[in-house]
């Protein structure tokens, strides 16, 4: 069973179009959850953490928000450039250091 | 740049020789990790340095994967014997604590 799932798999929109991911885990004991952007043949690139339920984090156009089994980025009035796939990751206490990844969501921003 | 660098960018080998990687983390990050990710999945965890001990392994590293931080800064991850299915990016990175990791551009690595 995917430990981190994330939804929807792609996601078009068109320029100035609000709109939201998510990600979605069942493990237990969060040591953190975090959100990454990765643009093709890069490596991923670091947004936001959050740590507790009812937590926000914003930076530009994205805004991250926590509840307890699931997180979601909100993109307000998007740009092309916000095109990229966007990844979801989670620290687990039984799992040390390592982070869980789901597989990500391909955005895709028309003008 | 002070980002996590990594050495080659791409890599195309012949099905059963040897290859090996190196990562330069930031340098103030005595955390480093090494991810693997294949086509329209997220990265995957084979193995974390804290300074030059290796506190964790994934059971995706086979035996004939190694990885190294023998003073606690760079690293080096090689494959041994590479098959096919080893084709995948490679990617480390670094933190200063448990919790943000910030990645490197990766090694794009091509068995034939």
């Known amino acids: 069973e995917d430990q981190v799932t994330q939804s929807p798999e792609a996601l078009r929109l068109q320029e100035g179009e609000s709109s939201s991911l998510n990600c979605s885990y069942t493990?237990?004991?969060?040591?953190?959850l975090f959100w990454y952007r990765q643009d093709p043949g890069k490596g991923p690139e670091f947004l936001f953490t959050?740590?507790?339920a009812g937590e926000e984090k914003e930076k530009e156009r994205l805004k991250a928000t926590l509840t307890k089994k699931e997180s979601f980025l909100h993109i307000t009035a998007p740009k092309p450039e916000d095109s990229a796939t966007y990844l979801c990751a989670v620290r687990f206490r039984e799992y040390g250091n390592k982070l869980v990844f789901g597989a990500g969501t391909i955005l895709r921003v028309k003008s | 740049d002070t980002g996590v660098s990594q050495d080659p960018r791409h890599k195309i080998t012949k099905r059963g020789q040897n290859v090996t990687f190196r990562c330069d983390p930031i340098?103030?990050?005595?955390?480093l990790y090494w991810y693997r990710q294949t086509l329209g999945q997220g990265p995957e965890f084979l193995t974390y340095f804290q300074n030059e001990a290796q506190l964790e392994k994934s059971r995706l590293l086979s035996d004939r994967f190694s990885a190294e931080r023998p003073k606690g800064s760079f690293s080096t991850l090689e494959i041994q014997r590479t098959e096919q299915g080893d084709s995948a990016m490679y990617l480390c990175a670094s933190s200063p604590q448990p919790n943000e990791q910030f990645f490197g551009p990766g090694t794009r690595l091509t068995v034939l």
């Open positions: 493990v237990s004991g969060l040591r953190g």
């Open positions: 340098s103030e990050h005595n955390r």
């Open positions: 959050l740590y507790s």
